[in-house]
């Protein structure tokens, strides 16, 4: 065993629980002249079956037994002066299997070049580039002048719940009662993992429907459940087949987690869609969870329908929305989900022990965008609709790109593979030479390496000079 300032760790003991990758991922953190050296060459070399290659002498921190039993988890730190000191920081297995968001890993490479001096254009980020309408801003000053500082009730103030509920009735036919129905939780994300931690159990299976937002199927891993993947397909407009949804419910689905209109792709699911699912759902005794964070970024004769308002559909369908989006409220974290009861008390259980609740004065301007902003909200996304289509317009130029405008969202999920790169290179190397930052499909869907997602949340200036870069860079590819 690993002891404090002991020997070194018992090879044989512990050797079954490495993972090459993580020999592979230290193995530059070794000082030579670290008196733990030697351990961890015999230690590669079990692993590895030959000598370890020749070291730097950075400061480094190994990962010595991550990926074994709770008791093997221990951290192995080099300290500067060469000392090794053994620490007994415990990592779960779980989170091995959990990944980061790729997304968060293009926009700090575009921040970093943006800082050495690059003329960067953001187009990767699914952020409204609008500032928070000023009278929302002035609700949550003045709760803040009332000193409405204190802890919040966990399932929201009573006033933000009523103000969901009204906004529910009026825009999407659901009735909640804001005393049963409602949690007030941290932007949607946070109710994401309230409705898949609470209603999910170890073995059970979400349908996740790809492309779909990065959360989703790390998510139904975090509940220790299997992700189960639809396929949505370019040629049926980004619209999943029902046969295929079918065809992937098995006695274990739990949930089918949906997101209309979706990101990345904005296709807006057509009532007679979601009525083909509700009967699923009803038939099979499934559980649909609904992201509609982008519902009121809807254009043309696109129609946002909520499964909720489906006759049976309300006691089975967890409703989720939020103001990130539509509100351009992003940085206020509030979301919230609508439920039958029974679903809502698992989730207020995880909402309680992460969050607590949410800051009074961020719910009172809750309440006022909810109220009293449907001309704000018009007004961006009438201008989204113009972005839009000047960048279909643009994009559209060109012979090696093919596109579905989007319905919805502030999203374009252009099609590459004319060009025979795959996305992931194609997104790095569009960053690299020509400053624009986009996401490879791969982040959204394991065989999204044919498409790219452009944000149009950004001026319509950076995003006409945006296009001109793209055009250019796919003009040199040929
Ligand atoms: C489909 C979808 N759901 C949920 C979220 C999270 O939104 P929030 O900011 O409310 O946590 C996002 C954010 O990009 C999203 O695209």
Redesign the pocket.
């Known amino acids: 065993m690993i002891a404090s300032g002991g020997a070194g760790p018992d090879l044989q003991g512990r050797a079954h629980v490495l993972k090459k990758h993580h020999i592979i991922s230290c193995i530059d953190n070794i000082p030579q002249n670290n008196s733990f050296y030697n351990d961890f060459k015999l230690w590669y070399k079990m692993i590895m079956h030959k000598n370890p290659p020749p070291n730097s002498r950075t400061l480094g921190k190994i990962d010595i037994t991550q990926g074994g039993g709770a008791e093997d988890r221990r951290t192995l730190w080099i300290s500067e002066n060469g000392r090794k000191e053994i620490g007994t920081m415990h990592f779960s297995n779980h989170m091995d299997e959990i990944q980061l968001s790729k997304i968060r890993q293009i926009g700090e490479l575009a921040g970093k070049m943006a800082k050495e001096g690059r003329s960067v254009i953001k187009l990767q980020v ?2 409204p580039d609008f500032d928070t309408p000023q009278h929302i801003i002035d609700a949550a000053i003045a709760s803040l002048n009332k000193k409405e500082t204190h802890y919040a009730p966990n399932r929201g103030t009573l006033a933000c719940r009523q103000a969901i509920a009204a906004k529910l009735r009026r825009d999407n036919g659901i009735q909640a009662d804001p005393e049963k129905n409602i949690l007030v939780l ?7 993992m309230c409705s898949t931690l609470g209603i999910l159990d170890q073995g059970e299976e979400m349908i996740v429907i790809e492309p ?2 990065i ?1 989703y199927v790390q998510l139904a891993k975090l509940s220790g459940c299997t992700p189960v993947v639809v396929r949505a397909r370019e040629e049926d407009g980004w619209l999943p087949d029902i046969e295929d949804i079918r065809r992937a419910v098995t006695s274990r689905t739990k949930i089918l987690l949906l ?1 209309t209109p ?2 990345p792709t904005g296709a807006v699911y057509p009532r007679a869609l979601l009525e083909d699912i509700a009967k699923l759902a009803m038939e099979h005794g499934f559980i649909v969870v609904s ?1 509609e ?2 519902e009121k970024l809807i254009y043309g004769q696109a129609e946002h329908v909520s499964i909720a308002s489906i006759p049976g559909m309300e006691e089975r369908t967890v409703t ?1 929305n ?4 539509a509100y351009a409220m ?1 940085g206020w ?3 919230y989900v609508a439920a039958d009861e029974a679903l809502i008390l698992p989730m207020l259980k995880v909402h309680q022990y992460a969050a607590t609740c949410l800051p009074v004065f961020i719910q009172a301007g809750a309440v006022e965008a909810l109220d009293n902003s449907e001309a704000d909200v018009a007004a961006m996304r009438q201008e989204y609709q113009k972005r839009r289509d000047m960048l279909a317009e643009l994009l559209g130029q060109c012979e090696d790109l093919s596109l579905t405008v989007p319905e919805g ?1 502030f999203y374009m999920y252009p099609n590459i593979s004319k060009l025979g790169i795959d996305s992931y290179d194609f997104v790095f190397k569009l960053l690299e030479e020509t400053g624009v930052a986009t996401v490879y499909g791969t982040a959204f869907d394991q065989k999204g390496q044919g498409n790219i997602r452009i944000s149009f949340a950004n001026s319509e200036e950076n995003l006409r000079e945006g296009a001109r870069r793209i055009l250019q860079f796919i003009a040199k590819m040929r």
């Open positions: 699914g952020e941290n932007g949607c994300a946070e109710a994401l779909c937002f959360n997101c979706t990101n992201d964070v982008y989720i939020g103001l990130s989006k992003t974290r509030l979301g969202t």
